[in-house]
């Protein structure tokens, strides 16, 4: 029976949270996404950010400590460089995206950003220090310069008109009926998988933060939108530490670090092309998709991997 109550509570927890005026994409996410209670230490120091260099060491997980999801996962991403996540369904790739930003703790190992445990800082400089890109944005029912603008408290109309433009999105909306103030999400305008994804970048780009946590859409975009974002991301993965939940070949290709995860393990680690030479999971996985696009040759250039 209880389980039947659960997300009745959680409906209660949101619908308070919303009344509180604490209102967060984030927040939210957690509390839809978990039923754990995730705590600040007393007197927790806030999180500094100097570099940015993310390093998981001998990570345990389970959403259920009963079953362990993540069986002892290390790596480093040093600041400024790009990591793709990739395996198959349900091999932990989310989960270690989800970790990152605390939205559960840890049964084992440590998580830090620049040296310091995630778990011992404040929750509010975690999260402030991380944007992340998801795959499917839930947007506001507001207008779409409020959905940009939320990116950064006091975002001045030119800054997120800028930011709009960096995420090539600001012709678009230029050409919306009332421009930056036309109403978007469930009750306004709906917007497509491509437009929902710039707003969001557009968003990350004005929250400007050090270390980004992109989720890549496994629905195909059309080929134009999909180039259009892939640049978009790569301009602003630039020069940020990058962690990157891949579907994308152009992604796994530019990727300074790429680990392949199978069963809560990374089986393989390397850049591409070595990947694709050791000839184990990863070839494989790149030789069948391609043979499944028969159209497509088996060189950069393939989308939808993974
Ligand atoms: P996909 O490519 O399909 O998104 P993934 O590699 O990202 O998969 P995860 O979402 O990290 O996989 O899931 C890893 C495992 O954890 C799966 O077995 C899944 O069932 C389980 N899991 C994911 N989210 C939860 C949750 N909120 N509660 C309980 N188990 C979960």
Known sequence: LSQLFRPLDLLGMVYRTIRQGLIDME?????????????????????????????????HFGYDPEREIL??????????????????????????ARLLFRFYDIQGGRISIDGQDIA?????????????VPQDMVLFNDTVGYNIGYGREGATQEEI???????????FIMGLPQGYDTRVGERGLKLS????????????LLKDPPVLVLDEATSALDSRTETEIQ???????????TLVVAHRLSTVVDADEIIVMEKGR??????????????????????RQATEREDMP?????????
């Open 193 to 204: 998988g491509g437009e929902k994804q710039r707003v969001a970048i557009a968003r990350t």
């Open 266 to 287: 990374i089986v393989e680690r390397g850049r591409h092309a070595d990947l694709v030479r050791a000839d184990g999971l990863y070839a494989a996985m790149w030789t």
């Open 71 to 96: 069986h002892g996962v290390s790596f480093t991403v040093p600041a400024g460089k790009t990591l793709a996540i990739v395996g198959p369904s349900g091999a932990g790739k989310s989960t270690i």
């Open 27 to 59: 927040a939210m996410y957690r509390l839809i996404d978990t039923q754990a209670e995730i705590a600040d230490a007393p007197d927790a120091p806030m999180l500094h950010v100097e570099a940015g260099e993310v390093r998981f060491d001998h990570v």
């Open 231 to 241: 640049d978009v991301l790569r301009t602003i993965s630039r020069r940020r530490t």
């Open 161 to 171: 008109e800028a930011a709009a433009r960096a995420a090539s999105i600001h012709d």
């Open 298 to 306: 088996v060189e950069p250039g393939i989308e939808d991997m993974f």
């Open 120 to 132: 011992a800082v404040t929750q509010q400089s975690l999260r402030s220090t991380i944007g992340i």
